[in-house]
Each structure stands twice: as structure tokens, then as C-alpha cells.
């Protein structure tokens, strides 16, 4: 059994595709075996609503009158700084960035941040933005100081870009010192007192993917409530890690790089995020949809949260040291259950990724599917896999001598 994405398209125009979440297909394959399941189904979407750090936004202002040299000044968005070094009206919002001058920047614990990820949540919310920049003067661009309101309708162009989101598989944090800590991963509470983790789980789009079959270069996505594409392989896509049954890696492997017109999107998907007393981030929704091309494919799309394991990293003393220490791995359907064992220890676990929302993600692209809406596309070119020589390494660092 056989399908080619051309034939799928071809039924979404014609309203006759099946399509059903990565969810609902664990049960139907159950029922119906693999093959069948294979040869009813066409599509499999997928989602996942996470903070997702490494996102962000170009931005083009137009020109103003007289024209001013932003490429080489200063720009702020709500006193959030952008970086300039592009051109004369075009600047990159990190969903990271933090005011320069905000005591809350200082990281102290106790504190939330504002940032860039608030700034595009606002953005895509209609809000008006407050630009203020600065530039040394040239012949061609006079201007030296620019302060005005923006709005996402006046931008010229808006284009959410982000190079790594979709993480295939994470750690689980935890904290055996006898202090706090504000990590990335949460607030961690001393001598084991929770666990965080986050990924949706059995509906994370490369867990449903393991091996990178179906999304390539090219492919179609949801992304903060609108329609983007994956650009490249994510950073740090690392795809030679230890795998468990059926592919799924047993620690975090596979990235995607993705694009998309941040006018087309929606405030409940794109979020701006606090860590208490780490810093900001955006928390972004991404589906990504399968196409049934086989029964090997199909196969992949119902792996379940308990065929899912992570790693459980210790962060206290040797994770910032790059020398994580592991406890242990864990299945997605124990840490889902509320409570796991470490070290002989009843731990509470929490989610950084919203499951709920993971749900309304898959759901929302399924319906744009049926509607005929949302076309496949073919991967222009596939993602590095366990064949290639990609690896992430640690930074080594050299000693810098005059």
C-alpha cells in the first residue's frame, strides 16, 4: 500500500480525505491493525505548544521622512532591544531580548521579565508598539533619532522565524541540592521537591516522525495559529541518539528551523512567556501534518506516551558544569500521571507544554485539512537522519592570548 502526496491532495480538494489526530489514530490502529488503519487514513496531524526560545521576528518599518540608516544604530520596541545590523529598515525581535535598562533584567530570583516574547504576543495582538531608535547619520540617511507608535497592519513585512523549535524529545529536569534554582526548565524546587518536562508527548510532531520520512525542507506547518513552512533542520538537530522501539530517540534529537507571515497569526498561539528569575521566552503552537504515504509511516504516528522515554538530568551542580548528571529515564505516560520515583523518591511533575492546547493544535489543522484549506506539500529536501554525520557538540573553548 502506497500513496503519493499528489493522490492525498487530490482528495482534500474533493472533501474525501480521512484525517484524524495522532491522538485518535493509537485507538483506530488498534481496532483496525496497521494495514487497514494504513489504507483507510491519509493524514495524521500532529501539535505541540511550548516555550520555544530560539524564535523570533524580522521586522520592516518602511522608511521614514528624512530616511534614517537603522543598520549599524539602536532600535527598542517597547524599550525591548532589536538587533539592527541588516539594513536601513530592517531589524530581528528576539523572543529572548530584555530591556537594557530593566532592573527585572539583573535575573534576580523572585522576578518575571518582559521581552521580545511579549512583544510579538502584542504585535500579533493589534497592540501599538512604541519604536524608538537612534543611527549615526549619512549623506543617504540624515536621521539621527526615530520615536513613533507602530502597529503590525502598518509594518511592511513581519516574518516570525525560528531556528529551532519542535525539539524531538527533551530531558526531565530535577534538583537534589538544598537550595532553589530558576532554570530554563522552571523554577526547581530543592532535594527532589518536582520535575518538569516538555513535549507533548505521543503528539510532538517528530515523535510522530521519528526517522523524518514524511517532514522535510519544505513542509507545509501550523505555526502560531497561521501557516509557515520548515526552512531547514532546526539547531542542535541532533539525530544520532540512542533510540528506543519503533525509532523514538530517548533523549532530545531532531529540530526544525520554520518560517511564517507573523500577520497571519494569533495571540493564543504565540505567547510570551516568563521564567521566574531566568528570563523571557515565546511560548509557540506548531502542527505539522502526515502524510499516510505507507504502512511503516502510519506505523510511526501511534507510538504512545508510554513507549516514550526522557531522561531525567540533575541540575543542581554538574548540568551547568556541561556534565549532566542522569538519574534515570522516564516514560511520558509516568510523568503525565502526576507523580514519578527518583531515587526511591515520590516526585510531582509538571508540564512546560500545554497538552490541552497540543489537542486544539491538532485538531484546528485536521479541520483545515477536511475543509480543504490546508494542502500537503513535498519536502524539498530531507532532514539530516541517523545516516548523516550531524552531531551537537559542546563548545570547546581556546584560550584567547594577545
Known amino acids: 500500500m502506497l500513496k503519493t502526496i499528489v493522490e492525498i491532495n487530490e482528495k482534500i480538494k474533493k472533501g474525501k480525505a480521512v484525517v484524524v489526530t495522532a491522538e485518535e489514530v493509537i485507538d483506530i490502529a488498534r481496532e483496525k491493525g496497521l494495514h487497514k488503519a494504513a489504507e483507510e487514513i491519509d493524514v495524521v496531524t500532529t501539535g505541540t505548544f511550548s516555550p520555544m526560545c530560539s524564535s523570533g521576528a524580522f521586522l520592516n518599518f518602511g522608511h521614514s521622512q528624512p530616511r534614517i540608516k537603522l543598520g549599524g544604530g539602536k532600535a527598542y520596541l517597547n524599550d525591548v532591544p532589536v538587533y539592527t545590523g541588516l539594513a536601513a529598515a530592517d531589524v530581528f525581535l528576539g523572543a529572548n531580548a530584555l530591556p537594557d535598562d530593566d532592573p527585572r533584567n539583573k535575573f534576580h530570583p523572585g522576578e518575571f521579565n518582559y521581552g521580545g516574547g511579549h512583544v510579538i504576543e502584542e504585535l500579533v495582538a493589534g497592540k501599538d508598539i512604541r519604536l524608538v531608535a537612534t543611527a549615526y547619520g549619512t549623506d543617504c540617511y540624515p536621521r539621527r533619532k526615530l520615536e513613533s507608535w507602530i502597529n503590525l497592519k502598518d509594518i511592511n513585512d513581519a516574518i516570525l522565524f525560528n531556528v529551532r523549535n519542535a525539539y524531538q524529545n527533551y530531558e526531565v529536569a530535577v534538583n537534589s541540592s538544598d537550595r ?56 542542535q538537530h541532533n539525530p544520532n541518539v540512542p533510540r528506543g522501539e519503533n525509532g523514538v530517540p530517548r533523549e532530545g534529537a531532531g529540530s526544525l528551523s520554520l518560517i511564517g507571515d507573523l500577520k497571519q497569526m494569533k495571540p493564543e498561539w504565540l505567547v510570551g512567556t516568563s521564567m521566574f528569575g531566568y528570563g523571557c521566552t515565546l511560548s509557540t503552537g506548531i502542527g505539522i501534518p502526515i502524510p499516510v504515504l505507507s504502512e511503516e509511516i502510519l506505523r510511526y504516528t501511534t507510538v504512545t506516551d508510554d513507549e516514550i522515554f526522557a531522561p531525567i538530568i540533575e541540575f543542581s551542580e554538574t548540568y551547568p558544569q556541561r556534565k549532566p548528571g542522569i538519574l534515570g529515564e522516564i516514560s511520558y505516560a509516568e510523568l503525565k500521571s502526576g507523580h514519578i520515583k527518583v531515587q526511591g523518591k515520590d516526585v510531582p511533575t509538571a508540564s512546560l507544554s500545554s497538552y490541552p492546547k497540543a489537542i486544539e493544535i491538532a485538531g484546528i489543522l485536521k479541520d483545515w485539512i477536511e475543509r480543504g484549506e490546508f494542502l500537503l506539500t513535498e519536502p524539498v529536501a530531507h532532514l539530516p537522519g541517523i545516516e548523516s554525520d550531524i552531531t551537537f557538540k559542546p563548545l570547546e573553548e581556546r584560550l584567547i592570548t594577545e
Open 180 to 235: 532553589m534554582l530558576y532554570t530554563y526548565m522552571g523554577v526547581l524546587k530543592p532535594n527532589l521537591g518536582n520535575a518538569h518536562y516538555s513535549t507533548s508527548g505521543q503528539l510532538s510532531p517528530l515523535l510522530n516522525d521519528p526517522y523524518y520520512k514524511s517532514i522535510g525542507v519544505g513542509t507545509k506547518v501550523f505555526i502560531g495559529g497561521g501557516i509557515g513552512y520548515v526552512a531547514w533542520h532546526g539547531t
